[in-house]
């Protein structure tokens, strides 16, 4: 009887049908940039994946789009890597305006979260949006830095040590917020697919919960809704999770299910045997 092996898709939100185990199948959002769960567009050939049966958005001129590429943390990733340090460059949207969708549901009012992800670049460079959800931002500064902050606070409050610069490298990152704290609250980690997570600098950010802004609780990755030339991420990202909890600290993850999360990440990717 003749076998063939078939790569296996994962991409699952709040659960990872794979062999993966613990705080890793309970992410909010999960963003693998694997399979077929999406569709592409002619005029925007990147890969839109689906959030709750919820097809993502384009939002950007038409004269930049990030693609799906090989050579990921551990298959597919999107590539950033052609955005302009100004000028246009296609961001991908989450949610909807006007409107709760199942995913900003889960941001609504959130008192605790952690986003977790690998980038890998050139080297960072100053004000490259990571992530933009609500009034909260994750950008690139200075000095191989990063800064979680809320519109309105100042970015350098909150930035991070300078301990991610790793160049042409794969990078671990996560950030932890827990606003039931007003203070001590706002933690980064770092590693990579060599290295265990480690803590790198809590900061200060009483934030309180996560409010809305003016398009609602709408998630942007690799740019802003504001302004499509502007801040564009310029390296590639993989394996975006973003924990929440809308009652208590717990989507603030300790140290140990962050590493757990790094380690998951690293786990090749599934294959099942077809007869």
Known sequence: ?????????????GSVLGAVAGVA??????????????SYNGR????????????????GKADGHPEIVGSGIKGDCIDYSAAPA???????????????TA??????????FTITGWFKTSGLME?????DFGNCNLITTSDSRLSFYEDGSTPTDTQSTAIYGAVNQWVFFAITYDG??????????????????????TKDADFGTV??????????????QVSPGFRSFAGYLDEIRIYTSAEDASGALDAASIEEIRQADLLPVAETTVE
């Open 211 to 224: 409010d809305s802004a003016s398009d609602g609780m709408v998630t942007y990755l690799g740019n802003n």
């Open 103 to 112: 995913w900003e549901k889960t941001l609504i009012d959130a008192k605790s």
């Open 127 to 131: 004000n490259e949006r990571i992530l």
């Open 25 to 38: 199948d309970n992410a909010s959002l999960y963003l693998s940039f694997e399979g077929d769960n999406g």
């Open 180 to 201: 039931t704290q007003g203070f001590e609250n706002l933690k980064y980690y770092v590693g990579s697919a060599d290295t265990v997570s480690s803590l790198g600098i």
């Open 1 to 13: 009887m003749k076998k063939a092996i078939v790569s296996s898709i994962i991409f699952l939100i």
């Open 86 to 100: 100004a000028g246009s460059y296609s961001t991908i949207r989450f949610g909807k305006t006007g409107s709760d």
């Open 44 to 59: 925007n050939p990147a890969y839109w994946e689906k959030i709750n049966n919820e097809a993502p958005s384009v939002f």
